[in-house]
């Protein structure tokens, strides 16, 4: 009885070996070729957006600590856009809530404009060369043909019931936003109407009473500021038959409809407002991203703008972009925002969005990461934030790369795995997502590196990756590499070995806010150019993402 006990137990040690081996594959080497010498148009800042559900958090402690790192990682432009802008409110900051309490009535009904919160809203916001996106909504409880209930319920998602009012309203608030900041500067904003109206959790009113109220608020906003900037309509994923819908329809009204407030045709429109989310789910207990539908969505709304000749060239703002659609939701399905998959995702994302623009020959200006930070809310709890209780999460990081990243986009071979019409076809389901977005300017390039995949697989290897540069205009460079991945610009790694506290010390919050930060890997390396050419070896963990710095 002893052999057969024997041979029972080498059968499964056999089978436990191949199934450890079979959930642990060797990762095949990549090579990435980019040639700095093929230049193409600059690298616009479309990243520098961000927005969020909460604006009197905007004024709060972690609020402003944020919004002062977001004014200070880049030079360019970043757009801040929020919700309840003009809801009626004591501004208590609450979560998915906000209010300003800008319009009330009298007893007699005439109005009464208040600018006290939304001013202190917009002042920390330009003190820090910051420029809001002034979102125009949503329906103060004076106003709103259906008032009650309001707090956090219906009463904010009506029409008005008086259109002059709400004329004036939106016209005062452009003049005193003049009046406050100067004419340069709130030329530089933008304004819209208004969030997701195809949907009855923002709008409970028609299509038609949206455009209707889009008209009124165009008018308001063009006679009190000719130059100011507007855009709308802030539709839902456009890859959805009524978002679409709801987009064509407001296009179509922009350009040959009869205006309500006018009775001209047509409509002002200066930009182009959408939004894009992907989706996750739980696959056999692994966290699945879906890159393809984020990516689908955008598509489609471009291939829409493009479909009408006089708008094609318009600029457009993905309003929001993000992996899925709940910022504020926690739970296994959302378990991709404290550690690397998220950073790695918007890397690739975000080139692949270039592309998809470029593709579909459409004026690109820029995309809104939904994703702010929570108020008084437990550390790394799982929320979609930049940074929790004033540590920044790992995602920031990746925004520091772009950021860093000047001048003209050079060329990637697009001979690797995915490129974006694959993904727009199945998503990051086979091997790894690992390729390169580069750019050359006079005395630097940068390479910024991802390895990214769908599924949130803890046993995935690292990859090889073989960077082959060309078209390097001197003989030796400096490398400089910055890294995201479990032991570089992670704040979550940090916390997790310092057994998760949920109420940190001072000295353990201060080791988490260093951690943060945007970290380099090893000390910078003189490399040698032949012939323009050099190469750089890594292995890069799945997960992460790398930018190499190479002046002279």
């Known amino acids: 009885m002893k052999h057969p006990n024997k041979l029972?137990?080498?059968?499964?040690f056999a089978i436990a070996g191949y199934s450890a081996q079979s959930q642990t594959p060797t990762a095949k080497p990549v090579t990435i070729d980019i040639n700095l010498g093929n230049k193409s148009a600059p690298l616009d800042p479309i990243w520098a957006n961000f927005g969020y559900d909460e604006p009197?958090?905007?004024?709060?402690?972690?609020?402003?600590?944020?919004?002062?790192?977001?004014?200070?990682?880049?030079?360019?432009?970043?757009?801040?856009?929020?919700?309840?802008?003009?809801?009626?409110?004591?501004?208590?900051?609450?979560?998915k809530w906000g209010s300003t309490n800008v319009y009330t009535e009298d007893k007699d009904g005439n109005p009464v404009y208040d600018w006290t919160i939304i001013d202190r809203i917009f002042d920390v916001i330009v003190s820090r060369g910051l420029h809001p996106i002034a979102q125009i909504g949503f329906m103060p409880q004076a106003l709103s043909t259906h008032p009650d209930p309001y707090y956090k319920a219906d009463g904010v998602k009506y029409s008005p019931k008086d259109y002059k009012k709400w004329s004036d309203l939106v016209y005062a608030w452009v003049?005193?936003?003049?009046?406050?900041?100067?004419?340069?500067?709130?030329?530089?904003?933008?304004?819209?109407?208004?969030?997701?109206?195809?949907?009855?959790?923002y709008w409970k009113d028609s299509t038609e009473d949206l455009i209707k109220l889009y008209d009124y608020t165009a008018d308001a906003v063009k006679r009190a500021l000719p130059t100011a900037t507007l855009g709308g309509p802030e539709t839902t994923s456009p890859s959805g038959a009524k978002a679409a819908a709801f987009l064509k329809a407001f296009l179509t009204h922009v350009v040959s409809g009869k205006n309500y407030a006018t009775g001209q045709t047509g409509s002002p429109l200066d930009l182009i407002t959408f939004h894009a989310k992907g989706n996750t789910r739980l696959v056999n207990g692994i966290m699945r991203m879906n890159m393809k539908q984020e990516l689908s969505d955008?598509?489609?709304?471009?291939?829409?703008?493009?479909?009408?000749?006089?708008?094609?060239?318009?600029?457009?703002?993905?309003?929001e972009a993000d992996p899925e659609s709940c910022a504020a939701c926690v739970g296994p399905q959302y378990d991709y925002r404290n550690g690397t998959i998220y950073p790695s995702y918007e890397?690739?994302?975000?080139?692949?969005?270039?592309?998809?623009?470029?593709?579909?020959?459409?004026?690109?200006?820029?995309?809104?990461t939904w994703?702010?930070?929570?108020?008084?809310?437990?550390?790394?709890?799982?929320?979609?934030?930049?940074?929790?209780?004033?540590?920044?999460?790992?995602?920031?990081?990746?925004?520091?790369?772009?950021?860093?990243m000047k001048g003209n986009r050079a060329e990637v071979k697009q001979n690797l795995a995915y490129t974006a019409q694959r993904i727009l076809d199945s998503s990051v389901r086979a091997q790894p997502d690992i390729n390169a977005l580069a750019t050359i300017d006079k005395h630097q390039a940068s390479v910024l590196v991802w390895n990214y995949h769908d599924d949130n697989n803890p046993a995935a290897p690292a990859s090889p990756v073989k960077i082959k540069l060309a078209g390097l205009p001197v003989a030796t460079a400096t490398v400089k590499q910055y890294r995201i991945d479990d032991e570089h610009s992670n704040a979550y790694a940090v916390w997790k070995k310092m057994g998760s506290p949920s109420s940190?010390?001072?000295?353990?919050?201060?080791?988490?806010?260093?951690?943060?930060?945007l970290q380099t890997m090893g000390a910078p390396q003189k490399i040698k150019v032949t012939g323009g050419q050099a190469t750089i070896d890594v292995s890069l963990p799945s997960h992460s993402v790398a930018l190499y710095q190479l002046t002279w």
């Open 56 to 95: 009197n958090y905007t004024y709060m402690t972690n609020g402003q600590q944020l919004l002062t790192e977001l004014s200070q990682m880049t030079k360019v432009p970043v757009n801040i856009r929020m919700h309840h802008l003009l809801v009626t409110g004591d501004g208590t900051p609450a979560l």
């Open 175 to 201: 003049k005193h936003s003049v009046d406050r900041y100067g004419q340069k500067e709130v030329e530089k904003w933008n304004w819209e109407l208004w969030n997701e109206p195809d949907i009855t959790y």
């Open 371 to 404: 994703a702010f930070t929570f108020e008084n809310e437990p550390i790394f709890k799982g929320y979609r934030e930049l940074a929790t209780q004033g540590v920044d999460k790992p995602v920031l990081n990746t925004f520091r790369m772009f950021s860093m």
């Open 347 to 368: 890397a690739a994302a975000i080139a692949r969005i270039y592309d998809i623009a470029a593709n579909r020959g459409v004026n690109l200006r820029g995309i809104v």
């Open 8 to 12: 029972v137990m080498l059968l499964l």
């Open 298 to 319: 955008i598509d489609n709304g471009f291939k829409i703008v493009a479909s009408y000749p006089t708008l094609k060239k318009l600029p457009i703002i993905i309003g």
């Open 504 to 517: 940190p010390t001072i000295q353990q919050k201060a080791e988490l806010q260093k951690a943060g930060k």
